[in-house]
């Protein structure tokens, strides 16, 4: 079993649309960050969260630390949203993180 | 602007011959990583450092070097490349462990290495 798996692997909606990923973690990890990789390859942090909930404009990140899971919602997605989703988790007293294996989003105008 | 500078973003080489891809970041921070991606794996950590002269093996070292002499540098060495280390590469720099409380994590614009 990986340590972080995601769901789903890809994801289309139309424009406007309330989009959800999500992301289910080992024991051990003690934050959750939510990265986005545009086309072009670079990586962009987007959240950490070790508890509670985010909110970056249209961008919310919550989770849940009883149930190992983090969700990534997007509100009024835009085709500018469509992108490579990506969780990585780090574990207390290491210094990497390990990864799921990315949501390709796209958002159909 | 706060960044990680990687160099080449594009390279092509041939098995065998030494190459280097640069890292710099100029926000000062302690902690830098070496990441690879590739299809169907996913990012894996290469090596990473926690200070100057303070590095240590991630998940796949085998067939890199990394070195940390000064705090804003951080090169991937490829003494002998192969063509199973053609994969697109990631430097990242983060100021505190990537646990710490809203600790970000800061990644250059990756370097696609193919190797023939």
């Known amino acids: 079993k990986n340590e972080v798996e995601q769901s789903p692997q890809n994801l289309t909606a139309q424009e406007g649309e309330f989009i959800t990923i999500n992301c289910s973690y080992s024991v051990g990890i003690s934050a959750l960050h939510w990265l986005q990789q545009h086309p072009g390859g670079g990586i962009v942090s987007l959240f950490m969260l070790s508890s509670g909930k985010k909110k970056h404009g249209r961008l919310i990140a919550t989770i849940n630390i009883q149930e190992k899971h983090s969700s990534l919602h997007i509100t009024a997605s835009h085709p500018r949203d469509s992108a490579v989703y990506i969780c990585a988790g780090g574990y207390q007293g290491a210094q990497k993180l390990v990864f799921g294996q990315g949501t390709r989003l796209t958002i159909n105008p | 602007e706060a960044q990680v500078t990687q160099n080449p973003r594009y390279l092509i080489t041939v098995t065998g011959k030494k190459l280097t891809v640069t890292c710099s970041q100029n926000m000062n921070h302690e902690y830098m990583s070496w990441y690879r991606q590739d299809p169907g794996l996913g990012l894996r950590q290469i090596y990473y450092s926690m200070n100057v002269e303070v590095t240590d093996k991630g998940d796949v070292p085998e067939g890199y070097k990394v070195s940390r002499k000064e705090k804003r540098n951080f090169p991937l060495i490829l003494e002998s490349p192969s063509p199973n280390q053609t994969s697109l590469y990631f430097c990242?720099?983060?100021?505190?462990?990537?646990?710490?409380?809203?600790?970000?994590?800061?990644f250059g614009q990756g370097t696609r290495l193919t190797v023939v």
């Open positions: 990242a720099s983060s100021a505190r462990k990537l646990t710490g409380v809203n600790t970000e994590a800061f």
